[in-house]
């Protein structure tokens, strides 16, 4: 990101403008110092992805690959392994692959369906209208698998465009093979407050149960909008 063009040509005029009009070298200073603050940001984040595809180039070939897992005093598990993991950003999780796939079968496609809504951001609609997304839009996520850089790129407008981009791949290879389709594709399930949940569960709340998700609903409830 170029540096905004100084008001001063040679460091006498620099001193002068100091002088006269402190207001324009302060105002220079404030959109110099964002833009290298940008800086460090976009330098940060590039060396977190850089450290992604090593590692991810490091163990491509591997039949399988294992990671360590470690639990807190709650019983929460989180991966011990930094940078690629089952539990890092958008770019480590559409890294990863399952080693052993299944083929898709009579329901996996509408699932798959569903997960290329829900990477996408069309998440807050019923499951039927998540299939229906991806059917009127299958056109552009065809292209985002066939020409990800070349084509129009719609995958870049996805809330979670790596994963969105992975389950495109996988879309592609539904529609040339069908249910036989063997799919590798890992996808991520989500408590909704799942402290709510138990409790719910063991009072058996219908109520608190309708608001976490444990009745079922055309659309997914939100708890902590209506708290």
């Not at 985002?144 to 129009?152: C, N, Q, V, W």
Request: aromatic share 12%; proline share 6%; net charge negative.
């Amino acid at each position: 990101i170029p540096l905004p063009p100084t008001p001063w040509s040679s460091d006498e005029e620099f001193e002068r403008l100091k002088e006269e009009q402190p207001d324009v070298v302060k105002g220079w200073k404030i959109k110099a110092s964002s833009v290298y603050t940008e800086r460090i940001r976009i330098r940060s984040k590039r060396f977190r992805i850089a450290q992604q595809i090593w590692v991810a180039e490091k163990f491509r070939d591997e039949e399988e690959i294992f990671f360590v897992w470690t639990l807190d005093w709650r019983g929460r598990m989180y991966p011990v392994q930094t940078f690629l993991s089952p539990q890092a950003d958008d770019l480590g999780k559409a890294l990863l692959e399952f080693a052993e796939g299944k083929p898709l079968g009579p329901r996996g496609g509408y699932w798959l369906a569903v997960q290329l809504a829900n990477t996408f951001g069309v998440d807050k609609v019923s499951f039927d209208a998540r299939v229906q997304w991806v059917h009127e839009n299958e056109d552009m996520i065809l292209d985002s698998a066939l020409k990800p850089l070349d084509g129009l790129r719609f995958w870049e407008e996805a809330d979670d465009p790596w994963q969105f981009l992975a389950a495109c791949l996988d879309w592609a290879g539904y529609r040339d093979e069908g249910e036989a389709h063997v799919s590798h594709l890992p996808v991520a399930m989500d408590g909704t407050c799942n402290g709510l949940q138990n409790l719910s569960a063991m009072l058996l709340d219908e109520v608190g149960g309708a608001a976490v998700n444990l009745v079922p609903a055309d659309k997914p409830q939100d708890v902590y909008s209506k708290v």
